[in-house]
């Protein structure tokens, strides 16, 4: 099983901006949609957003929507996570995945392939 690899987390001020990085390969993106979820300790992993394999549709959890947007580069092997005017509540782990279940996208158990997610601290 493929292990994906998240970077480009940090910790910030309430306003500013990060770009999250999953680094997958170019046959995983050209074949699957790609989720980035996010959890805080003794809580469970929720779905931030997705994108589908062809890159033409991409979703969101309420909470990010508008503020946060969900990208790749087949060509690198790359999924981006945009994140603009970051709250506190925005802090976490972000895990990025490979979907492998054609149901809904929000369901966490529909994907495999975790990373060890790249870790987001929001200050207020």
């Known amino acids: 099983q493929v292990q994906l690899a998240e970077s480009g987390g940090g910790q910030v001020q309430a306003g500013d901006s990060l770009t999250l990085s999953c680094v997958a390969s170019e046959r995983i993106l050209e074949s699957n949609a790609m989720g980035w979820f996010r959890q805080v300790p003794n809580k469970e992993r929720i779905f931030v957003a997705a994108i589908n394999w062809s890159g033409s549709n991409s979703y969101y959890a309420d909470s990010v929507r508008g503020r946060f947007t969900i990208s790749k580069d087949n060509k690198k092997g790359t999924v981006y996570l945009r994140m603009n005017n970051l709250k506190p509540e925005d802090t976490a782990r972000y895990y990025c995945?490979?979907?492998?279940?054609?149901?809904?996208?929000?369901?966490?158990?529909?994907?495999?392939?975790w990373g060890q997610g790249t870790q987001v601290t929001v200050s207020s």
């Open positions: 995945a490979k979907k492998i279940w054609h149901g809904n996208y929000t369901y966490a158990g529909g994907y495999d392939s």
